[in-house]
């Protein structure tokens, strides 16, 4: 409808919630460029306008900011002033160029500098990934499972709902060591088919608790 492209986009959450998964599912199915931006991509103020001109080169473009805190957090917390300046800078920049959409993602929204988010033309909109609700852990669960659970799922349900507090990276972690577990003791049926059981997942629920102590 004549409406310049021109917006920014912030995904916020949690570790292990979506955030670049999402991102990769864009990178795979839009027919626009992409560029993946990493904290390591950015050494200097002079390297954000480098990639924020080849977006611009190469628009329509999706640019990607993985972990945007890490150079736009807030001036009294930033140890690079100069780059938080320079993105700044061309986050307003962008408002003269169409079809470029910039997708930030953060673990921590609180931290990022409130200009990069506040103004109208760099971050319009901050998308929240809040932890998977019931049914979205149970779903979870049977897709990477992966037909392992057998024909009942009562048990299934009952490991859904002491995930409560699990991301989705979490519950997938959770999942690949009750297979790791599951064949270890040899959970076969009469067709060799591996077969999960609720004693694999007790046991997988107390390994993820334990790495997700110590982290």
């Not at 992409?34 to 628009?59: G, H, P």
């Not at 930030?104 to 609700?133: Q, Y």
């Not at 659970?149 to 709902?161: M, N, R, S």
Request: aromatic letters at 6%.
């Amino acid at each position: 409808n004549g409406l310049q492209v021109k917006r920014g986009l912030i995904l916020a959450g949690e570790p292990g919630t979506g955030k670049t998964v999402l991102a990769k599912i864009l990178c795979n199915q839009i027919d626009w460029s992409f560029i993946w931006v990493t904290s390591k991509n950015l050494e200097n103020a002079k390297r954000v306008a480098q990639i924020v001109e080849l977006a611009r080169n190469l628009s329509p473009t999706v640019l990607f900011l993985e972990d945007i805190d890490l150079f736009g957090g807030s001036r009294e917390m930033n140890n690079n002033p100069m780059m938080l300046g320079e993105l700044l800078n061309q986050m307003d920049g962008i408002e003269e160029n169409s079809d470029i959409i910039v997708i930030g993602s953060t673990n921590n929204k609180e931290v990022l500098e409130k200009a990069l988010v506040a103004r109208p033309g760099r971050f319009d909109k901050v998308i929240d990934f809040p932890l998977p609700e019931y049914p979205e852990r149970l779903k979870m669960l049977k897709v990477f499972s992966n037909g392992l659970v057998g024909d009942t799922l009562p048990f299934l349900e009952k490991v859904a709902k002491e995930s409560s507090k699990k991301t989705g990276a979490q519950i997938r972690e959770l999942v690949n060591m009750a297979i790791i577990f599951a064949v270890d003791e040899k959970s076969y049926d009469a067709d060799k088919k591996l077969i999960l059981k609720e004693e694999h997942f007790t046991k997988a629920m107390k390994t993820v608790d334990r790495k997700s102590t110590r982290l």
